[in-house]
């Protein structure tokens, strides 16, 4: 199970990039608060009315106004973190749901071109359990290919590199209490930029820099 949507994406990512993302205001509520992250394409945006709509495996879309994702990183953070390969980031846009069993799925996704696509991008996901034991019953390293332990985090953390058809995809996770925060960088086969080594390196300053 990878992020990118060229294969099989993460439990709730998929539908909450099929509602869509929406820029993000900047006045987003604290990591503390919980967010999700995803891998597709930028579609319409999602519903910013105080009421919930419900997807068709029973979520409900969180209003816009209401996703903390984008209050992580800033635009000049990733940048200072990813050098040259943030040239011509874009503006993060946000999206969120929340699942039957009272999962909270929270992203934010910054394109890293002009295309917007989120197979090219910064991806932020955070995932809020309902109670330490539905977290304890999750595996927060399900999407990762052989990961592997990351120390002086501010929980349990591990890093992968997933390659995949058309894209690399590296994922930085931290696990603490309820919550399970996921940094990806996804790059097209034919630009990637960075060895594992190197995208550890990149992922990590991500998370120091979002206090994880």
Not at 78 to 98: H, K, M
Not at 136 to 149: G, I, L, Q, Y
Not at 183 to 192: A, Y
Request: one cysteine or more; proline letters at 6%.
């Amino acid at each position: 199970m990878m992020y990118s949507t060229r294969t099989t994406g993460l439990a709730g990512l998929g539908l909450i990039l099929a509602v869509g993302l929406s820029a993000c205001s900047g006045s987003s509520p604290s990591p503390s608060a919980g967010a999700s992250t995803s891998a597709g394409s930028t579609a319409a945006a999602s519903p910013t009315s105080s009421a919930p709509t419900t997807a068709r495996d029973g979520s409900s879309l969180i209003p816009t106004t209401e996703v903390g994702a984008c209050s992580l990183l800033s635009v000049e953070q990733i940048r200072s973190a990813l050098g040259d390969a943030a040239r011509d980031i874009q503006t993060g846009e946000v999206a969120g749901t929340v699942s039957p069993a009272g999962v909270r799925h929270e992203n934010c996704v910054y394109p890293l071109d002009p295309a917007g696509t989120t197979t090219h991008a910064v991806i932020l996901e955070v995932v809020t359990y309902p109670d330490a034991a539905s977290r304890a019953a999750a595996d927060p390293w399900e999407a990762m290919r052989s990961p592997t332990e990351v120390t002086g985090l501010w929980g349990e953390a591990r890093y992968a590199t997933n390659r995949l058809s058309q894209t690399t995809e590296h994922v930085l996770a931290v696990a603490r209490g309820t919550q399970v925060w996921r940094f990806v960088v996804s790059q097209p086969q034919e630009i990637s930029t960075w060895e594992p080594a190197e995208g550890q390196a990149v992922l990590r300053k991500l998370a120091e820099a979002a206090r994880i």
